[in-house]
């Protein structure tokens, strides 16, 4: 049975083209991933969904009265009252059927005499007991503890009103009222950017088992690995749909791609010989198409880039490291009385890079905050050695000039303000950032199309370590695999706060884990093989 049908959608904003031809369909215990660059259109999809736009042209057709739930990477509860109230309002029905039955087990007590009214309220007992067990009312309360628990919410987070927590925090409470609504249609755009590893567990659990239906945006491919049974990319204003999860969808796609590659050999030749053929004429060259020059812009995106690794190795050849960068000496910091860490020694090296991982709040971004001398620790010290410089990528975000060109703004970074023109811009070009795009006003980006600007100024910087908190948060997958080789290639040394297992597994030769409780503990090597330790260990 199908819930939600897509047919020959077309979808333009002004003169820009987002959708083409587009045909989908979810039906009941379809889970779909829906992948694809920075904007290519997979929340203007979602949004069609909901009713929220309408197509250009063709037709979405939604089943009447069909319940859907909808969360964003920006939505937000808000209000004066705390989130507990918010979820416990939620079950007013339960509750309604409680009411009734303490009321009718007050009747029976009052009609013993009565058997026909006796049998009347047996009856609507027995019917309202069935209405409990159907809706699973007696476990309404411990489902509320369970997802605030697993969302990571304290006792003092849940009485807190609403109004008064953190973005992120009103962000997470609305991800546990679309969960609790239990809709028969789940639509979730980025629901991981908040979380930690324990919470994405359990998250990937609740959708495992869910009973409708869910089509889910997400750059997390551990997630969309353990939660999807379809992959539907948005390439090209059409989508193209891959049966299985992520592994299968890359393990597919290359095969499709090989089909198409002499078609899109033979389009671009094409398209260079019309260029060729327009430069010829004297009053084309006076007035150049831009219609065409666009077109040969979205034609080198889709064709395999030059190979990645000479590109970035080449970039970083006259950057100096020493071997030694940073030293933390039995480091320490505490709020209100709480200890966040303690005695915490290591040291930073040319080539490493260290993923600091662990529950939310405790304390990662904070020893981030102390190493970028943003905070000053409670005890111990932060040593950096003479010659060793740092970048902090949230800095960097936070302080881009919207009026800013792409070119402009990355060009007078550091080792870029050096580097031959040709050379940056096919660095930018692995960031997806074709050469029409480079005069592009920073103010006018999306979300991830900034976060690749910041990325692309840290690393190209000059900086012998990089500090990323949570690099991958707004970036596409294309973007995020880009970002990935950068920073194995980089010489100096990385520290990158994430959540995301499989960057982590691709990044990381070292991790500093926090558990929550005060301990860090450093581990050699990746996620997985921290996981295979951990498990052998128990085994």
């Known amino acids: 049975m199908s819930f939600i049908r897509l047919q020959n959608i077309s979808k333009s904003y002004e003169e820009t083209l987002v959708l083409r031809d587009v045909f989908f369909r979810l039906s009941q215990g379809d889970r779909v991933g829906l992948i694809g660059r920075n904007g290519t259109g997979k929340t203007t ?93 007696w476990t309404y309360h411990n489902r509320i503890d369970t997802v605030l628990t697993k969302l990571g919410f304290s006792e003092v987070h849940r009485q807190r009103p609403i109004g008064q927590l953190s973005g992120g925090w009103r962000n997470r409470a609305a991800l546990a009222k679309i969960l609790l609504q239990d809709p028969k249609v789940l639509l979730l755009d980025e629901p991981t950017n908040y979380l930690d590893v324990d919470g994405l567990q359990w998250l990937e659990g609740w959708l495992q088992a869910l009973r409708g239906a869910l089509i889910v945006v997400s750059h997390d491919r551990h997630f969309l690995d353990a939660v999807t049974n379809r992959i539907v990319e948005v390439e090209n204003y ?40 327009i430069s010829d004429r004297q009053e084309a060259a006076k007035d150049p198409s831009r219609a065409l020059q666009r077109r040969l812009a979205n034609v080198k995106k889709r064709v395999t880039p030059r190979p990645v690794d000479r590109i970035v190795t080449g970039i970083y050849r006259g950057l100096y490291v020493p071997n030694n960068l940073c030293r933390v000496e039995r480091l320490g910091h505490a709020f209100d009385d709480q200890s966040l860490f303690a005695d915490l020694t290591f040291e930073i090296q040319r080539g490493e890079r260290l993923a600091i991982i662990g529950p939310n709040g405790c304390g990662k971004s904070t020893l981030v905050n102390i190493l970028t001398e943003d905070l000053e620790p409670s005890q111990g010290r932060v040593v950096w050695v003479k010659g060793a410089t740092y970048v902090y990528y949230n800095q960097i975000l936070a302080q881009l000039d919207p009026k800013d060109t792409i070119t402009h703004a990355v060009n007078i970074t550091g080792m870029a303000y050096l580097a031959p023109r040709k050379q940056v811009n096919r660095f930018l070009g692995l960031l997806q950032f074709s050469e029409m795009d480079l005069n592009q006003r920073i103010g006018t980006l999306s979300g991830g199309q900034r976060a690749r600007v910041a990325l692309a100024k840290c690393l190209l910087s000059g900086a012998s370590v990089v500090v990323l908190d949570e690099p991958t948060n707004h970036l596409d997958l294309p973007s995020t695999q880009v970002i990935e080789r950068a920073l194995v290639h980089f010489p100096g040394a990385v520290v990158v706060v994430s959540h995301d297992r499989f960057f982590i597994d691709k990044v990381a030769t070292r991790l500093l884990a926090f558990n929550g ?4 503990k450093e581990i050699p090597g990746n996620w997985t093989i921290w996981q295979a330790s951990e498990e052998s260990d128990l085994g």
């Open 45 to 137: 999809i979602l949004r069609l969904i909901l009713g929220q736009e309408e197509p250009s042209s063709g037709t979405v057709d939604v089943n009447e009265g069909l319940p859907i739930g909808y969360f964003s990477q920006f939505s937000e509860l808000d209000g004066n009252v705390p989130i507990w109230n918010v979820l416990d309002d939620l079950f007013g029905h339960i509750k309604a059927i409680e009411t009734e039955l303490e009321e009718i087990s007050d009747a029976l007590g009052e009609t013993s005499s009565d058997p026909a009214e006796l049998d009347r309220l047996l009856h609507r007992q027995a019917a309202l007991l069935d209405q409990m067990e159907h809706c699973q009312g």
């Open 238 to 277: 059409h989508l193209q749909e891959y049966k299985g999860n992520f592994t299968q969808y890359v393990r597919e796609k290359p095969l499709r791609l090989k089909s198409l590659q002499r078609q899109f050999e033979h389009e671009e030749e094409l398209l260079a010989f019309e260029a060729e053929a």
């Open 517 to 520: 409780q005060g301990d860090v």
